[in-house]
């Protein structure tokens, strides 16, 4: 691919990223709106306080590997990983040595025809 082609690409990975995090936010402040007022209004919660907040904790770390699961899916999909050894490319390094930053493969091919 060409510098156009990957500055695109970033784009679209950027757009849906923040499309993606967007979506993640509402489980976890709804959860937790929820469970602010559990705690306060619900004996059954305040009881079980601790297995709540664990829940809470779980569903934070569930959520969150899913936003990376589903980026890096994304990335495998548009072409954002090294045609070689498959690892995300750093846009800084790709940008500026034309290179990808873990084995050196040649990601941008200086004309205007895709790889
Ligand atoms: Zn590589």
Redo the contacts with the bound molecule.
Sequence with gaps: MNKGELIEKLDIQKKYGSKIIRIALLPIFGYAGFGIFAMTRISFVQRNRICFSSCYLFIIFFVVGIIFWLLFRNMRRIGLV?S????MLDKETALTTLK?G????IIITGNGTSQ
């Design positions: 090294c070689k050894c498959q690892k990808c873990k084995c050196g493969e």
